[in-house]
Each structure stands twice: as structure tokens, then as C-alpha cells.
């Protein structure tokens, strides 16, 4: 599978765009992302029970 299709930039936020909701297109599980410089960070959005953010 490309890996370039299976995921989508959902939203964008921040001066540099620091920060992306990345979708999943094959779980649908939401991710956050966060660039600054050369680093990065990821992790899934979870709701209120810790489950994780699914969109349809």
C-alpha cells in the first residue's frame, strides 16, 4: 500500500503548521502532529475513556 494515500492532513494549526490532525484512511483512527525544527512527535487522539478517535 502507498503510505502516501493512506494518510490525510486533516487540519493544520500554527504560524509554521507545528501542528496536524493526520487521519488514517484504512482505521480511521485520528492522530496528532507535531513539527518543530528537525524534531516530531505523533500520538493517536483519545476520547474521555482513552479510546481513540475514529472518523468515518
Known amino acids: 500500500m502507498d503510505s502516501s494515500k493512506r494518510f ?4 493544520t494549526e500554527g504560524s509554521a503548521r507545528a501542528f496536524y490532525i ?8 485520528n ?7 528537525a524534531g516530531a512527535g505523533i500520538c493517536p487522539l483519545v476520547d474521555r475513556d482513552g479510546k481513540p478517535l475514529v472518523s468515518k
Do not use: H, N, Q, S
Open 22 to 29: 493526520v487521519v488514517d484512511k484504512t482505521t480511521g483512527v
Open 8 to 11: 490525510e492532513i486533516m487540519e
Open 31 to 37: 492522530y496528532l502532529v507535531a513539527k518543530f525544527g
